[in-house]
């Protein structure tokens, strides 16, 4: 059995035991077994990026045992600042953006090489090699947007998948238990059968418009983040889609434990800052 907390959809948390977290549904959720515990929102998201866990174990996984709660735990404190980007989205050097992000603060990064001029052969590989290897050198979990194949290749961190990609049964079943599995979902159902295909968080958006994704789907708000943490499900997970310092904390107060962002990072002047920013507009939910 785990114990894990839950959004009630008051802005509060409740505390559970359970046996399998991952795999609870709209039918089964587990019952609140203690008093609700007080913690807001921004006590829950530990902006250091995660407790001490860093270090790659025995299998050169970041992640604890799979299916523990200290699994998840681990997950969830890699959720605040997520930055998904590719060359394309680069004012600057990619490498550049990428590191200047790390220095502002960011706890997890997604190489999406996509979109008009998008990098491919053996360019899109290398650029895909150097920022894993900045991620590594901080600590970084590295993960690769659709490409199961070149995750494979760089014994990366993990993957994320949409709805219109290759399944997350079979990505969890090419990468195992002890990678990162990401699902996109815009919808409770779809967030359900995301977390029984294996998921490991949710990216569920667009909450704002957004000019990074041309086949973007109708923005939709924190609706269906409200959705899904109402009907009890507590899997980690984040709002992407036109997120910036002045609009993340409803994404937060709704019930995510952090926001991916594109342009908010790769478009600013100074990367570093915007990313700083944004830590601080999570932390204080301004
Ligand atoms: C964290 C995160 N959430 C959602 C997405 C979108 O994934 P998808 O719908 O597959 O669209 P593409 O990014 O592949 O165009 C994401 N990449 N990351
Ligand atoms: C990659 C992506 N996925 C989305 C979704 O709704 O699933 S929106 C999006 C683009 C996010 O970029 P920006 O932060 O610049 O708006
Ligand atoms: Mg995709």
New binding site residues.
């Given amino acids: 059995m785990n114990s894990s907390l839950f959004f009630d959809g008051a802005n509060r948390y409740r505390s559970f035991t359970h046996d399998n977290e991952q795999r609870a549904t709209d039918g089964d959720r587990p019952d609140v077994q203690s008093d609700i515990q007080s913690e807001t929102q921004s006590q829950r998201i530990d902006l250091a990026g995660g407790d001490s866990t860093h270090e790659r174990n025995a299998t050169g996984s970041l992640l604890p045992a799979n299916g523990t709660a200290a699994r998840i735990d681990w997950i969830r404190s890699r959720m605040p600042l ?1 930055l ?1 980007m590719g060359s394309v989205n680069c004012r600057q050097a990619p490498d550049q953006v990428l590191e200047q992000a790390i220095a502002g603060g960011i706890t997890l990064f ?1 190489y ?1 090489e ?1 979109g008009k001029q998008a990098l491919c052969g053996q360019e899109y590989v290398e650029l895909a090699r150097r920022l894993q290897d900045i991620c590594h050198k901080h600590q970084i979990p590295f993960i690769v ?2 490409d199961l194949e070149l995750a494979l290749e760089l014994d990366a961190d993990g993957v ?6 290759e399944p997350a049964e079979w990505i969890r079943q090419r990468l195992g238990p002890n990678k990162i599995v ?1 699902v ?1 979902a815009h919808s409770l159902k779809e967030a359900s059968r995301a977390i029984a295909a294996g998921a490991d968080y949710l ?1 569920i ?1 667009p909450i704002y418009p957004t000019s990074s ?1 041309d ?1 973007a789907e109708p923005v939709r708000g924190t609706e269906v983040i409200q959705q899904v943490r109402r009907s009890g499900l507590t899997i980690p997970l ?1 709002g ?1 889609g036109g997120i910036h310092e002045h609009n993340a904390a409803p994404v937060i107060h709704d019930g995510a434990d952090g926001v ?1 962002v594109i342009s908010a990072i790769t478009a600013a002047a100074a990367p570093a800052e915007a990313a700083k920013h944004l830590k601080k507009a999570i932390a204080q939910r301004l």
């Fill in positions: 997520y998904v997604q999406r996509k947007n659709d994320h998948v949409g709805q219109n990609d990401g996109s990216g958006g994704k086949d984040v992407i991916a």
